[in-house]
């Protein structure tokens, strides 16, 4: 069949968490021509290496084609109804809680609320978990924490809208490079925008930069608890939204008792750095597993999310701090 006579097919990137549109047509030869959406809100067309090379993974070579039992081929009836009775033998000797689910980050949300249904409604135990979720329990925990609910209080717009961007344990360039490349279109339309990458290491990341802040690792809630009590002695706090938030006093005690020298930076760095950070008002703050992923990770995020919060900027346009995930539907999966 000629391949010019099959239909596109509109679908998602299954790799980071941009979530790229992805036009893919079938050669009629077993292949996949893949392009970028040119409509689609999250890429606009564009896409990275590993985007580019998708129609790679469609190849059956190598694959298993049907499952296995006891490295033998078996059929689909014969494979579900060995895991049926191995869960149904577990749930009689042990209960529901001897059985869990282990799913994937990159499955449509649709897939995610059947699989919640069976072990929650079904076999009636909670044990159902994502990698999503694992890699972004840090972010998870700070922003029930702070908002009551896993909630990202932002958007790819935010970014383009932004004065300046804050990327803080974050390789952009690397781990979401259409993400860091829409963001250096952004600054290029306005010169004027600002990036800051805040990283121990020179990254890719910093060569679009216009500050890189090596601090000492994990120091990174004492650079946010220093700029939060720089924010209140700048009398930068937003007294009308910190009407509405509990907890502000307290947060900036704890903030004031912290000594950001810690963080191994200049006190020129710190002092630039804030400045720079409480004059501008349209700020985004992006974070990643460079945040999430530590023995303190979520008090990392929280210290991110108070400076927002004490400033009131947070769900404005062109604001707001943005935790950047590393699954396509790491939310659904949470």
């Not at 339309?189 to 802040?213: F, N």
Request: proline share 5%.
């Amino acid at each position: 069949m000629d391949g010019s006579s099959l239909p596109t097919v509109r679908s998602t990137c299954p790799y980071c968490g941009v979530g790229c549109g992805v036009l893919l047509t079938p050669d009629g030869d077993g292949g996949l021509a893949v392009r970028g959406d040119p409509e689609h809100p999250a890429n606009y067309g564009r896409l990275c290496s590993k985007g580019t090379q998708l129609s790679q993974t469609v190849g059956l070579e190598d694959r298993f084609l049907a499952p296995r039992i006891a490295d033998q081929d078996a059929s689909w009836d014969q494979a579900l109804d060995l895991v049926a009775s191995k869960f149904s033998d577990a749930i009689a000797k042990h209960g529901p809680d001897s059985v869990a689910f282990y799913v994937s980050g990159q499955l449509l949300t649709e897939d995610y609320y059947v699989a919640n249904k069976l072990m929650k409604g079904f076999i009636g135990s909670a044990n159902i978990d994502t990698n999503s979720r694992l890699c972004m329990a840090s972010s998870v925990a700070g922003h029930k924490r702070a908002f009551g609910s896993d909630t990202v209080p932002g958007t790819y717009e935010d970014m383009d809208l932004a004065d300046l961007v804050v990327l803080t344990g974050s390789n952009l360039a690397w781990a979401h490079p259409v993400l860091y490349q829409r963001l250096l279109a952004a600054k290029k339309q306005r010169p004027k925008m600002k990036i800051v990458v805040i990283d121990p290491r020179r990254t890719a990341s910093c060569e679009g930069a216009d500050i890189h802040l090596a601090l000492a690792p994990g120091s990174d809630v004492a650079l946010f608890n220093g700029l939060l009590a720089a924010i209140y002695e700048a009398g930068a706090v937003d007294l009308g939204f910190v009407a509405h938030v509990d907890g502000f006093d307290t947060t900036l005690d704890a903030a004031r008792a912290d000594n950001p020298a810690r963080t191994g930076l200049s006190t020129s760095e710190l002092t630039e750095f804030y400045r720079l950070w409480i004059e501008t008002e349209k700020v985004v703050t992006v974070y990643s597993q460079g945040v999430n992923q530590s023995s303190s990770g979520t008090d990392k995020v929280n210290a991110i999310l108070n400076c927002h919060l004490a400033t009131g900027r947070i769900g404005t346009p062109g604001c707001g701090p943005f935790s950047v995930t590393g699954q396509p539907n790491a939310m659904g999966g949470r």
